[in-house]
C-alpha cells in the first residue's frame, strides 16, 4: 500500500473514524454558511466559504473543514 502512487487529489493521513492511516480523495467546494434566514434573500446567493472536504477512500466518510 505505501508504495502505490497516488493521484494529484489524494493524500494518505490517518481518518478520523477508522482510525487507519488510508488514503483520502481531497477537494476544495464552496459550502453555505447560512441557511438563508439570517441575511436578506437577494445575499444569501453570497453566503459561501471555502472549505476542505475529504474522504477516506476505506470506510467513505466525508469530513468538511471550513478554510
Same mark, same amino acid.
Not at 487529489?9 to 447560512?34: M, Y
Given at each position: ?14 481518518c %478520523?473514524?477508522?482510525? !487507519? ?5 481531497? +477537494?476544495l467546494?464552496?459550502?453555505r454558511t447560512? @441557511?438563508?434566514? %439570517?441575511?436578506?434573500? !437577494? ?5 459561501? +466559504? ?6 477516506? @477512500?476505506a ?8 478554510v
Amino acid at each position: 500500500m505505501r508504495d502505490e502512487k497516488l493521484a494529484v487529489n489524494q493524500v494518505r493521513s490517518e481518518c %478520523a473514524f477508522c482510525r !487507519e492511516t488510508t488514503v483520502h480523495t481531497v +477537494a476544495l467546494e464552496q459550502i453555505r454558511t447560512t @441557511d438563508g434566514g %439570517a441575511v436578506a434573500p !437577494e445575499n444569501v446567493k453570497f453566503a459561501r +466559504a471555502p472549505a476542505r472536504v475529504s474522504r477516506c @477512500d476505506a470506510c467513505r466518510v466525508r469530513t468538511v473543514e471550513r478554510v
